[in-house]
C-alpha cells in the first residue's frame, strides 16, 4: 500500500505522450481544479534522459511524493524506478487509471491513506456482466 499520503503530499502523473496531461483533466472535471497534481509526459522526439529531467524537476524539493506511470515497463515508469532505485523517496504506482486517481484525491480531502491498489483494480469491471445480471 506504500507509505501513505497527507495533505502536504504531491501526486505526479507520468505518461508517454499526453495521457498524464488528459487524466488529470478527467479528474479534475469530478473533483475541481488541483494545484498540487503534476504532469510529466514522454513526447514523441524525446529520449529518457529528456524524461528524467523533467521527472526529477516535478518531484524537486517535495517531502512527500506519490507517482502514478501509465504503464510498468514503459519508458516513464523504468525512468522513475531508476531514480527510485538510486535513493529517491517517493511511491511509484503503475497501470495508472482515473479511480486511482480519484481515491487519491478523496484520501486527500479526508486526510486518510489511500489503497490506490485496490481502488485501481476496483475499477476495471466487464460492465456487460453488469447488465445481464
Known amino acids: 500500500m506504500g507509505k501513505g499520503v497527507n495533505k502536504m503530499s504531491k501526486l505526479v502523473l507520468i505518461s ?3 495521457f498524464s496531461a488528459a487524466l488529470k483533466a478527467s479528474a479534475e472535471m ?3 481544479p488541483q494545484d498540487d497534481i503534476a ?3 514522454l513526447q514523441p522526439n524525446e529520449g529518457p534522459e529528456d524524461f528524467r529531467t523533467k521527472f526529477e524537476a516535478a518531484i ?5 511524493v506519490t507517482v502514478l506511470a501509465d504503464l510498468k515497463g514503459g519508458t516513464p ?3 522513475a524506478a531508476a531514480v527510485l532505485a538510486q535513493g529517491g523517496d517517493f511511491d511509484l504506482y503503475a497501470g495508472a487509471n482515473l479511480p ?3 481515491s487519491y484525491l478523496n484520501a486527500q480531502m479526508l486526510g486518510a491513506e489511500p489503497d490506490l491498489l485496490k481502488d485501481g483494480q476496483a475499477g476495471v469491471v466487464y460492465i456487460n456482466d ?3 445480471h
Open 77 to 79: 515508469s523504468n525512468v
Open 60 to 64: 524537486a524539493g517535495e517531502s512527500k
Open 16 to 18: 508517454h505522450g499526453d
Open 39 to 41: 504532469t510529466v509526459g
Open 30 to 32: 469530478i473533483m475541481g
Open 100 to 102: 486511482m486517481v480519484i
Open 130 to 132: 453488469i447488465v445481464k
